[in-house]
């Protein structure tokens, strides 16, 4: 069922045009350098946007990985410059979305769209993985969840 629904997202509502065009600004903003956080993050989102009934989007710290501070802070600070660009973006993201719910097959996909919004406007620090491990590390969150409060 994934599969299909990857193929229906990606040919006839456009998915490829979509993923295309979110590397296309990921890669620019990463060559410039100054914004590459920003332009990392939308690279990982276009990934995403190319099957996203098999991948999830989720943010590092979720994963144990070596970290750097001063990344993290320069990430930070470049944010802030991006929220005008990204609430335009998020806004074509959800034009999109209401044009998808227009026909019945188009919904599903509109609603794994309205998933990724957050990371349309806030793409640093995020990462594209399997679904099976975003489902991993959602059953140890809730575990952890559990312990702590049970």
Same mark, same amino acid.
């Given at each position: ?66 970290t ?8 930070? !600070?470049?944010?802030?410059?991006y &929220? ?10 959800v034009?999109?979305m &209401? ?21 349309y ?19 140890q969150?809730?575990?952890?969840? !559990?312990?702590?409060?049970?």
């Amino acid at each position: 069922m994934r599969i299909l629904g990857n193929i229906i997202w990606l040919i006839p509502c456009g998915g490829i045009i979509t993923a295309f065009f979110t590397f296309l600004l990921g890669a620019f903003l990463t060559v410039i350098v100054i914004p590459a956080p920003i332009g990392l993050g939308l690279m990982q989102l276009a990934k995403f946007e190319l099957a996203p009934f098999s991948y999830e989007m989720i943010s590092k710290k979720h994963i144990k990985t070596a970290t750097d501070s001063t990344w993290e802070t320069y990430s930070k !600070i470049i944010m802030i410059f991006y &929220i005008p660009l990204g609430c335009i973006i998020v806004i074509g993201a959800v034009l999109q979305m &209401i044009l998808l719910c227009i026909t019945i097959i188009g919904i599903p996909i509109a609603l794994v769209l309205a998933k990724s919004l957050s990371t349309y406007f806030n793409p640093i620090n995020k990462i594209c993985v399997p679904r099976g491990v975003g489902d991993i590390l959602a059953n140890q969150k809730a575990q952890n969840f !559990i312990q702590s409060n049970g």
